[in-house]
């Protein structure tokens, strides 16, 4: 108990009243019952077929001396609920309130106005049924009794005395009604002012508030029109039209409520159609702005697909450029190949051109060159001297017979000999390099005298742009 009133005083201790024009009351939804803590569970039954259960109610920091008894009897399909209360405030001593409303609140929060308890010195009693099985039982000051939805200002609360049924926590209420910004009617019990007529003043604020006149107008002129005809009954000087004025204002009250709820509705059909208006607006912005990128995408891959038709012609271009160029090299290498021929023997390898002197050429065991080789040798130098990229390689090279030393010296004095004379022609000496190879590259059989004929030779292995494709 004293945990529950604890978690009571967090929430409600808060609550205060706040004078100023009618405004709309804030709906909340999903909230706890009395506080965001465990202690604020609601505490509900499933009752039983046929006995009778007890309850009891205590006051919460709002009215900390009030109480109450209950008494639930569920047969036929209906719970009978017979409440007595007492200790209770004025309802409008806590804030813009006119009385109190009992509620039976369903293990899913949602809150069944179950009727309006009317005090005498503090003390009321109420008798209700419900079609429901499965509740709790609160009670909480209100502006009228037509409410649909509890406010924030819970004064009494069940707890189980004795009761046939299964035990249910309630965590929250799905719907609760805050009237801070609601202005409190000024009530003097002392006056003969119907209190039905208070009632139907606040349910009129309220619905104003809620611009039922703006999304609800016929159901908020009848509420008018109804006030209307009850403040001019109260008004009258004659009983019989004076005793009219709490009907009036009852149907005022009601009218009002229905005016609110409509209103609720209307406003909600003017979210939706306004929401529904900004996502088409949104939609076609969208659609519009689909449509601006695709023709910008389409700009774009246009540029691009000139640019790289461009860059394919270009490359196009520039492959038949190359392969022109290399057709004719091919040509000029061939026709540099067959006129070299006609001087030395030449053929074309992996290494480069290659034109051969023959052992034969040179005095045998020297190295010097005889007339047909240095004949020979001058065709091939007036050739290649018109090419300066060229550049030569002159391997001597001997066969096995003799000493591998007598071989190598005698293969690089014959490689220098014709180095020297393809100078002596004028081919640039930097561009001509040397070796002698002795035997070490035999291109024929040591073992014959025509294989050993083969191997006495003297190569030129010519490269440079013209050579290499």
């Known amino acids: 108990m004293k945990r529950w009133i604890r978690a009571m005083g967090l929430v409600l201790a808060q609550a205060c009243v706040l004078a100023g024009p009618a405004a709309a009351q804030q709906l909340e939804r999903d909230v706890a019952v009395l506080s965001a803590d465990v202690e604020g569970r609601l505490e509900g039954f499933s009752y039983q077929q046929g006995p009778v259960s007890r309850l009891e109610f205590y006051g919460s920091s709002l009215a900390l001396a009030a109480k109450g008894d209950a008494k639930v009897k569920f047969q036929g399909g209906r719970a009978r609920v017979d409440v007595s209360v007492r200790g209770l405030p004025n309802p409008w001593a806590l804030g813009p309130f006119s009385t109190y409303v009992l509620w039976a609140v369903t293990a899913d929060g949602r ?9 005498t010195e503090g003390r009321g009693q109420l008798a209700a049924t419900t079609p429901l099985s499965q509740f709790a039982l609160i009670v909480s000051a209100e502006p009228h009794f037509a409410v649909t939805a509890p406010s924030k200002y819970v004064v009494l609360r069940n707890l189980g005395k004795y009761v046939r049924g299964q035990k249910v926590m309630i965590a929250g209420l799905t719907e609760r009604i805050d009237y801070a910004n609601l202005a409190p009617r000024p009530i003097d019990p002392r006056a003969k002012l119907p209190m039905d007529l208070i009632q139907a003043r606040y349910a009129l604020d309220i619905a104003r508030g809620a611009e039922a006149d703006k999304y609800a107008s016929g159901e908020f002129a009848k ?3 109804l006030l209307a005809r009850a403040e001019a009954a109260q008004a009258s000087k004659k009983y019989a039209i004076r005793k009219t004025a709490p009907l009036l204002a009852r149907e005022a009250v009601q009218s009002g409520e229905d005016a609110r709820r409509r209103s609720i509705l209307g406003r909600q059909d003017a979210d939706a159609a306004a929401l529904a208006a900004a996502e088409a607006a949104k939609r076609e912005e969208a659609a519009a702005a689909a449509r601006r990128d695709a023709e910008e995408k389409a700009r774009i891959e246009a540029l691009a697909a000139a640019e790289e038709a461009k860059r394919r012609q270009m490359l196009a271009a520039e ?5 022109a160029a290399a057709e004719a090299q091919r040509q000029a290498r061939a026709d540099l190949v067959a006129r070299l021929n006609r001087a030395l023997p030449t053929r074309e390898t992996d290494r480069g051109i290659v034109a051969e002197i023959a052992g034969v050429q040179f005095a045998t065991g020297a190295a010097t060159l005889n007339a047909g080789a240095r004949e020979a040798l001058a065709r091939f130098a007036g050739i290649v001297v018109v090419y300066p990229s ?8 001997t066969d096995s017979t003799g000493s591998y030393e007598t071989n190598q010296a005698l293969s690089l004095a014959r490689a220098v000999s014709v180095r020297d004379y393809l100078v002596a022609q004028g081919v640039d000496a930097a561009s001509i390099a040397v070796e002698g190879l002795g035997p070490d590259r035999p291109v024929a059989d040591n073992e014959t005298g025509e294989g050993r004929a083969r191997n006495r030779r003297v190569e030129i ?4 742009d013209l050579i290499t494709e």
Do not use: D
């Not at 809150?111 to 005090?119: K, T, V």
């Not at 550049?391 to 090279?397: A, L, N, P, T, V």
């Open 111 to 119: 809150a069944n106005n179950l009727g309006s308890i009317a005090l």
């Open 390 to 397: 060229l550049s030569f390689r002159i391997e001597g090279h």
């Open 223 to 225: 509420a008018e029109e």
């Open 461 to 464: 292995i010519l490269s440079g």
């Open 319 to 323: 492959q038949a450029a190359r392969e």
